[in-house]
C-alpha cells in the first residue's frame, strides 16, 4: 500500500477490540507518521496494546480505556484530540451486546450505556448489531469524524483470489463450495451469520451469535468426526467500514481438529490473521484454501 493510497489523516482514532489487529493497524499507522489515539474496550481489547505506546512513535500516541456503551465519553476524547478520521477494529462478541435469551443491548456488560448512547438506542427501530454499529459510525460522522474502510491498514492480510495452498479443492470440495456459497449468501443477506459447514452438498451447521469456530465444532459433532467443508462469505452489501470477516490461526487449529478438508472465503474482503503462516500451516495440514470474487 502506497502513501498515496490513504486519504489526509490529521490524526487516526483507532477503536480497538479484541484480537491482533488492533495492534497491526497502531503500528502501520505511526510507521506512517499518523498520530493516533486509540479507544480501547476495556470488555474486549488486550491488555498488551498498552505496551505500543512506549515504543517507537510513541509521542504520538495517546490510550483511553472506555466501556462499552460509553458513547459520550468517546467522543469528547476523539473530539479534544483532534480526531478527524476513525477506524474499528478487531472484533467485539455479538454476545457482549446482545446477551442469549434478552432483548436488551449491552445487558453482559459492567458499564450501563451512557445518555449519548441510550438515546441513540431509542432512536433505532431495529436493535441488531449491524443497525447498532452502523448509527455509532453515523453519530461520528455527524460530529464531524469520517469513519475508514477498517481493511485500510491492512491490506496486505486480505484473501486473494483462487487456489491461495498448493493442492486445489477437489471436485466434490469445489461442489461443496458451489453449493455452500449459495446458502451463505442467503443467510448473510438475512444478517444470521456469515459461515456455513457442508458435507455432500448438504449443509451441516449454519452460523449465528456463536461465531465461526463453535459452529465447525458442532458440525463436527454430527458427523461424528468425517470430513467437511466450511464455506465464509461477506455479506451481499458488505459494510468495509465494520464486522469484516476474519480467519487466523486459532480457527485454523478448529479446521484441523475437525477434519475440515477445504475452506472457501471472499476474496478481498476477508482478512487473515498471521497470512502467511496461515497459508503454510493450512497447506501443510492438507486443507485447501480458496478465495471466490465476491
Given amino acids: 500500500m502506497r502513501n498515496d493510497d490513504l486519504p489526509t489523516i490529521k490524526r487516526l482514532g483507532l477503536i480497538a477490540g479484541n484480537g491482533v489487529l488492533p495492534r497491526l493497524v497502531l503500528e502501520e499507522a505511526l510507521a506512517r507518521q499518523i498520530p493516533v489515539t486509540v479507544a480501547a474496550i476495556k470488555e474486549e481489547t488486550d491488555v498488551d496494546l498498552d505496551a505500543i505506546t512506549g515504543g517507537p512513535g510513541a509521542t504520538e500516541v495517546s490510550v483511553h480505556w472506555v466501556g462499552l456503551g460509553q458513547l459520550g465519553k468517546l467522543l469528547r476524547t476523539f473530539k479534544q484530540e483532534g480526531v478527524d478520521s476513525a477506524v474499528m477494529v478487531g472484533q467485539v462478541k455479538h454476545v457482549r ?50 469513519f475508514l474502510d477498517s481493511t485500510l491498514f491492512l491490506r496486505p492480510y486480505l484473501a486473494g483470489s483462487g487456489p491461495m495452498t498448493a493442492r486445489e479443492p477437489s471436485k466434490e470440495e469445489q461442489l461443496d463450495f458451489e453449493y455452500g456459497r449459495r446458502i451463505a449468501l442467503e443467510i448473510a443477506g438475512l444478517d444470521l451469520g456469515q459461515t456455513v459447514v457442508v458435507k455432500n452438498q448438504a449443509v451441516v451447521a449454519v452460523e449465528a451469535m456463536e461465531g465461526t469456530d463453535a459452529t465447525v465444532r458442532r458440525a463436527s459433532e454430527l458427523v461424528r468426526g468425517e470430513r467437511l467443508t466450511v464455506v465464509k462469505v461477506s455479506r451481499p452489501n458488505q459494510e468495509m467500514r465494520f464486522d469484516v470477516p476474519v480467519i487466523g490461526l486459532r480457527t485454523l487449529e478448529v479446521l484441523r481438529e475437525c477434519n475440515v478438508s477445504a475452506l472457501a472465503v471472499d476474496a478481498c474482503r476477508t482478512l487473515m490473521v498471521d497470512k502467511e503462516q496461515f497459508l503454510k500451516k493450512a497447506g501443510d495440514a492438507g486443507i485447501s484454501v480458496v478465495g471466490f470474487e465476491s
Fill in 97 to 146: 451486546i446482545f446477551a442469549p435469551g434478552s432483548k436488551s443491548p449491552f445487558s453482559q456488560i459492567k458499564h450501563l450505556p451512557d445518555l449519548k448512547m441510550l438515546g441513540l438506542l431509542a432512536s433505532l427501530r431495529k436493535k441488531d448489531t449491524g443497525s447498532l454499529i452502523g448509527a455509532v459510525i453515523d453519530k461520528f460522522e455527524s460530529e464531524g469524524v469520517r
